[in-house]
Every structure is written in structure tokens, then in C-alpha cells.
């Protein structure tokens, strides 16, 4: 069964969800991971693949867009749509919504930050989460 861990940043934490998606992103990697991205729209998906060129001086992540990249030479990939091709090992969820292939993934990872929204839609996609009897653990950062 899919594990659901949510990463909620405290109020006076610096930085935002994206900063902690490039720091988990580039953890799994190192542990050996694929890692799926899942965002809300097409520019939010170049948003994340521009910072994780540029959120460590001293590091470099292979990666790259879903809908353009080489998942054989790509083990991290961010995308948009409905769907994550082959992908089922890590998936960072930064949508505000449930993605419908989170299950077929052994891992999810939800990142909650300061803004209101992304709380409350947080909020939500736990009690989803929680309802359909997965399990759950929760990160305060």
C-alpha cells in the first residue's frame, strides 16, 4: 500500500514548498530513487524544473519535463497532466489535488507551506487520504 507523508513547514520556516521539493527530490535521488514531481500547471512544472537547476550551487539532479524528456536518462521527472507514464516509485505531490495515479506509487510525499490555500487544500487531500485508510505520517519543518 501507497505511504502518504505530508511536510508542513512552520509559519516561520524560510523558504516554500518548491525549496522542499528540491531538498526531497534531491535526497531520494541520492538514495537512488525515480522521483515523479506533480504539479498544477504547465508553468509551475518549468518553475520547478528552473529551481532545481538553481537551488544548489554545488549540485546537479538529472531531470526534466514529462511531456519532453528521456525518462531512460532522466530519473527525475516533473509534469502536469493526468497522467505519470511508467513512473511508481516517489511521487511529490505540489498539485492541489489528489493526482488520480497516486496509488500505483510506493511513496507520496505532500508539501504543505504558509499559504492559506495550500493549507486548506492540504487539509483536504489528507482527509482523502486518511478516509481510504492510508497511511499516514506527518513532518513538521
Known amino acids: 500500500m ?6 508542513i513547514l512552520a ?4 523558504g516554500d514548498r518548491y525549496t522542499m521539493a528540491c531538498r526531497l527530490t534531491g535526497k531520494a535521488w541520492q538514495q537512488g530513487h525515480r522521483v515523479y514531481l506533480h504539479t498544477n500547471s504547465a508553468a509551475e ?7 532545481l537547476w538553481t537551488f544548489r550551487q554545488d549540485s546537479f539532479i538529472p ?3 514529462s511531456d519532453t ?3 531512460e536518462i532522466n530519473p527525475v521527472l516533473i509534469g502536469h497532466l493526468g497522467e505519470a507514464g511508467e513512473e511508481h516509485d516517489v511521487l511529490i505531490n505540489l498539485a492541489t489535488e489528489v493526482p488520480q495515479f497516486f496509488s500505483r506509487f510506493h511513496r507520496v510525499a505532500e508539501l504543505i507551506d504558509h499559504d492559506a490555500e495550500i493549507k486548506q487544500s492540504g487539509r483536504s487531500r489528507y482527509c482523502f487520504y486518511r478516509d481510504r485508510g492510508y497511511p499516514l505520517n506527518t513532518h513538521e519543518i
Open 69 to 71: 524528456a528521456d525518462p
Open 45 to 51: 512544472s518549468q518553475h520547478v524544473d528552473r529551481m
Open 63 to 65: 531531470h526534466g519535463l
Open 2 to 7: 501507497t505511504k502518504v507523508d505530508f511536510y
Open 11 to 14: 509559519d516561520n520556516s524560510s
